[in-house]
């Protein structure tokens, strides 16, 4: 666990400097500046370009758990060049696609602004960056270092960002050229995730076709069938939300919505720190047979992220009337998809690292079962709720896939591996939340928002914090409490 804790903190560590300055991106300048359908405009091709780049990459990505067999510590016997290639041609599939099918892509709602349809190809050389970042980052993980992409991605990028925002605020950009600019910022992590490969001295391209023999085509050509699905799945449910809101009301709420959601998906940044390494380290694990390194990793993470997720819920529900005192009143109608996204967070927190588990595992192709339920659960519950509750039901749906998706795992683990992460803490935990978000309401509105959410925001750290140490709920968090508070004072 070593190794995986060490990571997923630098990892956190450099995600929250990024949220926080997307924070301040977002909230207290782009909503000033931009309406909300060229906010929405931002957004969608950012969701797209994921999507897209998630298809291109032909399911390859699932290939990691064979990692092990190709390290051979020099060039891993061609794996990069391999990624590659088989990127390329995926990329070549998705141009000819977007070519055929811009019309549905763009959808009517968005062509009545003209906005979408205007900049729908900039979404070429986006998913080109995308596509290439995201199999530079995972021969980075592999290579256990999981820190990298993460800061290049969350941190860098936002700084690139922030600068285009800033130069639009100040009149230096139209918005035409800062559209060009912000494609630019997306398009550099690429190049500098494989400068950074290059530097440790692992970028190679040279190709070892005599290490493909017949069982490893056929192992990665099977594992790269059923990635398709298992890798696009979780972008599809990530992302299939502002598509169909925008599909059913057009850019201006998808604006709207994407905004709202960014404050629950804050509380998904552990989870995702920690899955980047644990991924990798399960892998490792399965070819060893150490199941008991999996059942503590397990236990854990389920724990460890619950804490730290409920922390954040707490917190950025607790300030929910502070948070749109900040935004434009436009942005009102977001006050539930907050609540119901940081739900979709916690449940997934909840759970732990049990993708992890069952991608790495022998059971991989039932991930794949898995997968076409979340995506059908997904698609029907939005047909059937946003109708009814408008944007908000497209959280809502949300919500409801996790949790169907989550439960799914969880059983499937428990009944094939005998693998059960829950203890008394888990339940203790959720109590403990449910108190210290109890007190914060007896707290009273103050007119000034900023000292309000200070002082409301600092009563749920020192409640929360206190409470999960003094009742031991996580011995690696009281680990690092000790080893804080042990150091001498410089």
């Not at 309401?441 to 749920?460: E, F, H, K, Q, S």
Request: hydrophobic share 55%; with cysteine.
């Amino acid at each position: 666990m070593g190794i995986i804790k060490q990571q997923t903190i630098k990892g956190t560590f450099f995600s929250y400097l990024g949220v926080f300055i997307g924070f301040i991106t977002n909230t207290f300048i782009l909503t000033k500046i931009l309406p909300a359908d060229q906010v929405g405009l931002v957004n969608i091709l950012n969701s797209f370009s994921l999507i897209f780049a998630q298809f291109a990459i032909l399911g390859f990505n699932a290939t990691a758990r064979y990692f092990p067999y190709f390290r051979d510590g020099k060039s891993n016997n061609g794996y990069l060049f391999l990624a590659c290639a088989v990127s390329c041609v995926g990329f070549v599939l998705f141009v000819f696609g977007a070519f055929c099918f811009k019309d549905v892509i763009v959808s009517q709602k968005s062509q009545d602004s003209n906005l979408f349809n205007e900049y729908f190809w900039y979404l070429v050389p986006l998913t080109f960056a995308t596509l290439y970042f995201n199999v530079f980052d995972l021969y980075s993980r592999l290579m256990f270092d999981a820190v990298a992409g993460r800061l290049i991605r969350e941190f860098t990028l936002k700084l690139l960002v922030l600068a285009c925002v800033c130069l639009l605020w100040f009149g230096v950009f139209t918005f035409k050229s800062f559209m060009w600019f912000w494609l630019l910022a997306n398009m550099l992590p690429m190049v500098l995730m494989m400068i950074r490969l290059a530097r440790k001295g692992n970028f190679s391209l040279r190709p070892n076709f005599q290490f493909l023999t017949g069982d490893i085509r056929q192992n990665l050509v099977s594992l790269s069938l059923f990635g398709i699905l298992t890798g696009a799945a979780p972008l599809l449910v990530d992302n299939i939300d502002r598509y169909m809101v925008n599909r059913f009301f057009g850019l201006a709420d998808t604006g709207i919505y994407v905004i709202a959601a960014n404050f629950g998906a804050i509380i998904a940044l552990p989870t995702r720190s920690l899955y980047s390494i644990a991924y990798t380290v399960i892998a490792e694990s399965w070819r060893t047979k150490d199941m008991e390194n999996i059942r503590s990793i397990y236990q854990k993470s389920c724990i460890n992220q619950l804490i730290v997720a409920l922390f954040l819920f707490i917190v950025v529900w607790g300030n929910i009337d502070n948070i749109f005192r900040i935004l434009p009143v436009e942005y009102a109608s977001g006050r539930y998809i907050v609540f119901f996204i940081g739900m979709v967070s916690l449940i997934d927190a909840l759970t732990g690292v049990n993708a992890a588990i069952l991608a790495t595992s022998k059971y991989y192709r039932y991930d794949s079962l898995f997968y076409l339920l979340l995506v059908g659960v997904t698609i029907i519950s939005n047909l059937l709720l946003i109708p009814v509750f408008g944007i908000t039901g497209s959280a809502i749906a949300a919500a409801i896939t996790v949790f169907v998706f989550n439960a799914a795992r969880y059983l499937f683990i428990l009944f094939k591996f005998k693998l059960q992460p829950f203890t008394m803490k888990n339940l203790i935990t959720i109590g403990v939340g449910l108190l210290v978000y109890w007190i914060s309401t007896w707290i009273p509105m103050l007119d000034n928002l900023y000292v309000d959410a200070i002082i409301r925001g600092g009563t749920i750290t020192i409640c929360y914090s206190v409470l999960v140490y003094v009742l031991h709920l996580s011995s690696d968090i009281n680990e690092i409490a000790k080893d804080f508070f042990a150091k001498p004072v410089q």
